[in-house]
């Protein structure tokens, strides 16, 4: 069963970058197929999907957040990270990480609806 953990801080002061880290168990983040999403979701507000990641190391990047944002990933720790730069208190919400096995997609096909393993969500507030 693949299971993903997020870590990162919980407060960003505004203007900095917000720096997030999946942590992935059960399954490699490298085998075939699967694709590593951040999503997040304001208060008040759905769930808004960033960008992703996939196996093969593609990065699809959402445009609205496209400008700012930077998805990397460590294979030796089995980990993805997010970086939102220049963040201001509109970027407060729950980050979450998922992961799907999704043959014959690509890292820019999301939502994803069906099949997904997703991380707890961590609470980022930005905030001076």
Known sequence: QVQLQESGPGLVKPAQTL??????????ITTKYYYWYWIRQPPGKGREW?????????????????SRMSISRDTSKNQFTLQLSSVTPEDTAVYYCAGARRPGSGANDFPVYDNVYWGQGTQVTVSS
């Open 19 to 28: 720096s997030l880290t999946c942590t992935v168990s059960g399954g490699s």
């Open 50 to 66: 960033m960008g992703a990641i996939g196996f093969n190391g593609n990065i699809y990047y959402g445009p609205s957040l496209e």
